[in-house]
């Protein structure tokens, strides 16, 4: 009972250094996430799953997380502070999950370290307060993890694993290639035919559904996400220096939170001893996933590794079940261990501390600065005129009145399947379309460069290529905004004739 008491009051201590640092970052914000708030007020207001009311276009990642949110609109609830809100709280359900997940193997001192590596892991406590769907995805493969990981011969209730397994197909993109895991590990742990077909079967029906429901109200099996972000080829010179963007995304994580190397040194100490346990097995298969996808999608644009941070409580609970395999069979004295989770903790601390936290303030006050601009912005164009964005979060959130027209295609089709992208650059870029649409603004940006001169060029191509289109010469520059040292927004006008 002491232990059992000493165990969840360490873990009681390092959920409360889990918030603290969740709170220090809480008014961090990302343009991307308005486009679900937008989303979400024209499908509570009636308009259905629209960005522009009319235009069935799913312009987003996730569409759990979409619904969720809209629920949370239906009800009057501010989306941006419970969306964070709800993070935070399901972040601390997940490093529960880690620790029941580890004690199930155990593995209570472990389990502690591997809440830690997570807790107090940047990535993971910035993301958890994004407001994206991310700390919900963890959520669904943890609990899949968990339960499948408890099955044996005699389980009977493949219901909720089976729906859970599906929520996570449409959760985030790369879901599906996590739920066929799941299945297929579903047999390992039951050796059960009949228990491993019902579950197979009613994901099968759910997928089909919502695959057919997709089809008849957006016109495709895929997101316009995917056609946007990624949709590519398998092989080809693109391709390759995307997969080569991906492999250096996920040296650089590695390079930056050297704590989880730990993986690897465990591998290289127990060699072919390291995957006899099924469950290390498991973990290492959804890593290996992740690592997949983002060599397949070329990295991310976005700070503090977005793609990874799904892969971080798998990476600490894989770690910590070779970790404590590995000190049983080799016969580590007590101090030895005890030195060498301090060395863990002290790398994940040092690491912290040296994260790149002037990236995160800038941000922070660069898109707050922005909020401020859209609402200025909103008294100079009318409800119902046309205008033509790169940046589809705030300013289209807050001119919910307005029509907007997504210059790189997040939330415009035939951009998404027809741009052009400029080498391996994430945003796509189409502008005899944009200017054949005759918006009536245009919200463009800029970015000083060396000489301090503001230029199209160093904020995206997609406004380089829309100020050297011969239509440009038909806009007049209204107003801009300095939104961050560096960075301004400017407001064109179509010229009266």
């Known amino acids: 009972m002491m ?17 603290i640092g969740a709170y ?11 486009i679900y708030f937008r989303y979400a007020r024209n499908f509570s207001g009636g308009d259905g799953i629209a960005f522009n009311p ?62 830690f590596l997570s807790a107090m892991n940047l990535p993971f406590i910035l993301w958890s307060v994004s407001g994206f769907e991310i700390p919900f995805y963890i959520f ?25 397994i599906f929520l996570i197909a449409i959760t985030r993109p790369e879901g599906v290639l996590f739920s066929l895991t799941y299945l297929f590990f579903i047999y390992r742990f039951t050796a059960s035919k009949s228990f491993t077909f019902k579950t197979v079967a009613l994901f099968i029906v759910l997928v089909v559904s919502f695959l057919l429901f997709r089809l008849f109200y957006f016109g495709d099996v895929l997101q316009n996400t995917y056609y946007a972000k990624i949709g590519h080829g398998i ?45 290390v097995k498991f973990a290492a298969m959804i890593i290996l996933i992740q690592f997949v996808f983002v060599i397949f999608s070329g990295g991310d644009w976005m700070v503090q590794y977005r793609f990874l ?21 080799s016969g580590l004295k007590p101090l030895t261990k005890y030195s060498g989770a301090m060395a863990i903790i002290l790398i994940a601390a040092i690491a912290f501390s040296f994260s790149d936290f002037a990236t995160i303030r800038k941000e922070t006050v660069l898109w707050n600065n922005v909020k401020a601009a859209s609402l200025e912005m909103k008294k100079l164009i009318p409800p119902g005129e046309l205008a033509a964005i790169g940046s589809c979060g705030i300013i289209p959130y807050n001119l919910y009145e307005v029509r907007f027209l997504d210059m790189v295609g997040l939330t415009n089709k035939y951009i998404a399947r027809n741009g052009l992208r400029h080498g391996t650059w994430f945003e796509r870029s189409l502008p005899d379309y944009v200017y054949s649409q005759h918006p009536k603004w245009l919200v463009m940006w800029k970015r000083k ?11 995206s191509p997609c406004y380089l290529d829309m100020a050297l289109n ?28």
């Open 54 to 115: 009319g235009e069935h276009v799913e312009g987003f990642s996730s569409f759990t997380w979409f619904l969720i949110l809209s629920f949370y609109n239906m009800i009057g609830l501010p989306l941006e502070s419970v969306s964070k809100i709800s993070g935070i709280i399901i972040s601390i359900i997940n490093l529960f999950l880690i620790f029941t997940i580890c004690k199930t193997n155990d593995a209570d001192n472990t389990g502690l370290l591997a809440c």
């Open 470 to 497: 011969e239509n440009f010469n038909k806009y007049l520059l209204q107003t801009y905004y300095d939104v961050y040292d560096g960075d301004r927004i400017e407001l064109y006008k179509l010229k009266e004739n």
């Open 449 to 459: 460069n060396a000489s301090g001169v503001y230029t199209f060029s160093k904020a």
């Open 140 to 164: 669904l493969l943890l609990f899949c993890f968990y339960r499948i990981s408890l099955l044996d011969s005699t389980s009977k209730n493949f219901i909720l694993l089976s729906i859970s």
């Open 235 to 279: 092989i080809g010179y693109y391709e390759l220096r995307s997969y080569k963007n991906g492999f250096f995304y996920i040296a650089d994580f590695f390079a930056h939170n050297p704590q989880f190397l730990i993986l690897f040194l465990m591998f290289i100490l127990m060699r072919k001893s390291f995957f006899t346990d099924v469950k």
């Open 24 to 34: 220090w970052f809480f008014n961090w914000v990302i343009d991307d996430l308005y």
């Open 309 to 329: 941070v799904p892969a971080i409580p798998f990476i600490s609970t894989c770690s910590m079940f070779a970790l404590k395999k590995y000190a049983d069979t």
């Open 3 to 19: 232990k059992f008491q000493k165990a969840y009051l360490a873990l009681a201590i390092i959920v409360t250094l889990y918030v």
